[in-house]
């Protein structure tokens, strides 16, 4: 005997909505311009355990923050730092990697299975990579060579610990 469906519960889009509704009460248009007030770009993983704001001492307008899986410079990350510079005035590139990344160890395996699934070889390449250290010099090397970018010369990279909060600078 099937039952009639009973109310369907909340999604978390439809939470996020409810709760710009409450924020859209409150915010005032400070007339800020997209330029990064303190004229930096932070490229970071997308991990929901950084918040990038309150580790960094950062307020809204103070950066550009580029997000991906794993933090790592990929063409869409220069492209996004490309516009960020010579569109939008930043100089200083700040690369943040972390511990307990879900890209660590993960393999280009994981592009062969999924076109096994779908049936559709994946354009993009995983970047993993077992080394953070590592990946984060290879990805300082990306943005200090790339020939779209204007302001190398102040790059710098670092690895998140999730456990104590703290920046471990990679030279």
Do not use: K
């Not at 990929?74 to 492209?79: A, K, S």
């Not at 077992?130 to 990279?157: A, K, Y």
């Amino acid at each position: 005997m099937a039952t009639a469906p009973g109310p369907e519960r909340p999604t978390e889009t439809d939470r996020f909505v409810v709760s710009n509704r409450s924020y859209a009460e409150t915010f005032r248009d400070g007339g800020m311009d997209a330029r990064p007030v303190r004229r930096v770009a932070v490229v970071a993983c997308m991990d929901a355990r950084l918040d990038l704001f309150a580790a960094l001492g950062l307020e809204l307008g103070d950066a550009h923050i580029i997000r991906n899986a794993g933090g790592v410079v990929t063409d869409d990350t220069i492209r996004s730092l490309t516009i960020s510079q010579r569109a939008l005035g930043t100089r200083t590139v700040v690369l943040i990697h972390h511990t307990g990344c879900g890209l660590l160890g993960l393999t280009e395996d994981f592009r062969h299975e999924l076109e096994q699934e779908v049936g559709q070889r994946p354009q993009w390449a995983v970047e993993a990579f077992t080394d953070l250290d590592r990946d984060v010099r290879q990805s300082m090397r990306r943005v200090r060579t790339s020939p779209f970018l204007p302001h190398t010369g102040d790059v710098r990279g670092f690895v998140f610990d999730v456990h104590t909060g703290l920046l471990r600078e990679i030279s």
